[in-house]
């Protein structure tokens, strides 16, 4: 384990007030450090099963157009469709990202429009949020706010045509190296 990371593990040990030293054991079994490509740590699960996100579903009134939205305005392209009985789209990024677009049972759509974006958003990365966010909203997407974190990061909140908040992010730094 790196400097880094024990420095980090005794420090919560440390503010934890334990002294028979089960927490640093309990702690030392459970993470490990990595490094990433920048030269940050994080701490990485050791034990139990190792899971990756395989896709994300939204329920929507019409996944059809939900889903040419977002393959004509953001990118995205289908790489599965199941017509019947909720014409499910998947739709994939450039890289692994995949949402389930479905309409599956219509009386159970969520109400979009009424949440707060922060309560629930989808969010992609833009190297031009400005731009991006003149097209979108050109093309049916509704300006909501607007941010600049102190950390150089510029986030751009949207909604789409059907209501779903769409957050636009150029960070300063990425959030996985």
Not at 32 to 51: A, F, H, V
């Amino acid at each position: 384990m790196s400097q880094s990371v024990t420095h980090i593990l005794s420090s919560l040990i440390e503010d934890s007030g334990e002294v028979d030293g089960g927490l640093e054991k309990n702690l030392q079994t459970c993470v490990e450090g990595r490094k990433s490509r920048n030269g940050s740590y994080y701490l990485q699960l050791m034990s139990g099963p190792t899971m990756k996100l395989e896709h994300i579903a939204f329920n929507v009134v019409d996944p059809v157009a939900v889903a040419a939205w977002y393959c004509q305005h953001c990118g995205l392209r289908v790489v599965r469709h199941i017509p019947q009985p909720s014409q499910t789209h998947f739709l994939a990024d450039s890289d692994s990202t995949v949402l389930e677009i479905y309409c599956n049972p219509p009386d159970q759509i969520p109400d979009y429009r009424s949440m707060n974006p922060l309560l629930f958003h989808l969010a992609l990365a833009s190297s031009d949020p400005v731009a991006d966010t003149k097209r979108l909203v050109s093309s049916g997407a509704v300006f909501v706010n607007e941010i600049h974190l102190d950390d150089g990061s510029h986030l751009v909140m949207l909604r789409d045509p059907w209501g779903v908040a769409l957050q636009l992010c150029k960070r300063s730094k990425r959030l996985l190296d």
